[in-house]
């Protein structure tokens, strides 16, 4: 039942997402909040660790929205951000950041867990954690990474036997494409 719940607030988070409003972080501290047991219980312990990541980045993500507030960027708060492309120094710092996570995660669960996916369990969360970091900036790309990742995590929920999560990344994964054009829209509108 908590993985059904999860679904649902699952599908009206992406909704919110799609339609680029700020009521997406008001889903996104609840989802994370119930798939912390849904993950544990299945022993995708990255996955488990990352929705705590999710808890923290829905906040900053709502007052980045708001405020244009940024952790790592020079620019002073403008107001509300606005969809953007990723500039190119964001990319080398997202690529970094995948790379260590990656590295560090499948280490730990490797030698500190009795996960049987650590590969692909670390590639889903070290992704999904640049993945969050873009959709907090409004980074239009972010939408590409989402793709990525809810395809493998898809596959990773069906090897697991969480087969209504599965479903849900496969849709998110079709959606995600809809999500870049109506964003690309939104983007050139503004």
Same mark, same amino acid.
């Given at each position: ?146 793709? $990525? ?25 079709? $959606? ?15």
């Amino acid at each position: 039942m908590l993985e059904i719940l999860g679904v649902i607030v699952g599908i009206i988070y992406l909704w919110l997402e799609y339609r680029a409003s700020i009521y997406l972080w008001i889903a996104g501290i609840i989802m994370p909040a119930i798939y912390i047991f849904v993950y544990y219980d299945a022993g995708l312990y990255a996955d488990f660790g990352i929705n705590i990541y999710y808890l923290v980045i829905a906040l900053y993500g709502w007052v980045a929205w708001k405020t244009g507030f940024s952790l790592f960027g020079r620019e002073k708060p403008k107001g509300e951000l606005r969809i953007t492309r990723t500039p190119r120094n964001a990319w080398a710092k997202a690529a970094v950041a995948y790379v260590v996570t990656q590295l560090f995660t499948a280490w730990l669960l490797i030698e500190h867990t009795d996960s049987t996916v650590p590969w692909a369990d670390s590639f889903t969360t070290a992704l999904s954690i640049v993945g969050m970091w873009m959709l907090a900036r409004k980074y239009i790309e972010q939408w590409w990474v989402w793709c $990525i990742v809810d395809v493998a995590s898809s596959a990773l929920y069906i090897y697991k036997g969480l087969y209504f999560t599965a479903v849900l990344y496969a849709v998110y994964a079709i $959606i995600a494409i809809f999500g870049y054009y109506k964003w690309k829209k939104l983007m050139q509108n503004d």
